[in-house]
């Protein structure tokens, strides 16, 4: 299997241009941070996803490049929702008490305009805690300022594990 890995890494890099390079260097230093802080999720560091939170908001910056792109060289949906949803998801568990966590259960986006630049920076904060559930609202920028999506998200508070499976 490893063998497979390096002949596939060789032949990759034998055919890789400037921004293939860089894309290489992103997910392997994202791989490789992964196994030294596993409390962030593998996507987060193969992103290059950087956080900043207050007691208010929190923010997930991200690099824009080829693996963020989809076919129209402009941020994929799917990653602006992620990075929204990363964003919002640090600050719902951030809210709650020692041992309790939340986890996403719905969320709404609206894309405004296409994600191109050099990076895009989600932002979330609180509308509602409530005994079993928060109400978080996200939005989503392009390094120029410009707003590219808008987005709620529901979390189910869960309670520290007892033990049980869930």
Avoid: C, W
């Avoid at 034998?14 to 490789?32: I, P």
């Amino acid at each position: 299997m490893k063998e497979t890995i390096r002949e596939l890494f060789n032949q990759s890099l034998e055919n890789a241009d400037t921004e293939d390079v860089k894309v290489l260097e992103q997910l392997l230093k994202g791989f490789l941070n992964s196994k030294k802080n596993s409390e962030r999720p593998l996507i987060s560091h193969l992103l290059n996803m950087e956080k900043t939170v207050d007691a208010e908001t929190s923010y997930i910056t991200t690099p824009i490049n080829s693996i963020t792109d989809n076919s129209f060289r402009i941020v994929h949906g799917g990653i602006t929702a992620t990075v929204m949803d990363t964003a919002m998801g640090i600050l719902a568990n951030q809210l709650l008490p020692e041992g309790y966590s939340a986890v996403t259960s719905n969320m709404n986006i609206h894309y405004i305009a296409p994600g191109i630049g050099e990076k895009v920076k989600a932002s979330a904060k609180l509308i509602h805690k409530g005994s079993n559930t928060l109400v978080m609202e996200g939005s989503v920028f392009r390094d120029d300022g410009k707003q590219i999506a808008h987005g709620t998200g529901t979390f189910f508070i869960v309670p520290p594990n007892d033990g049980r499976k869930i």
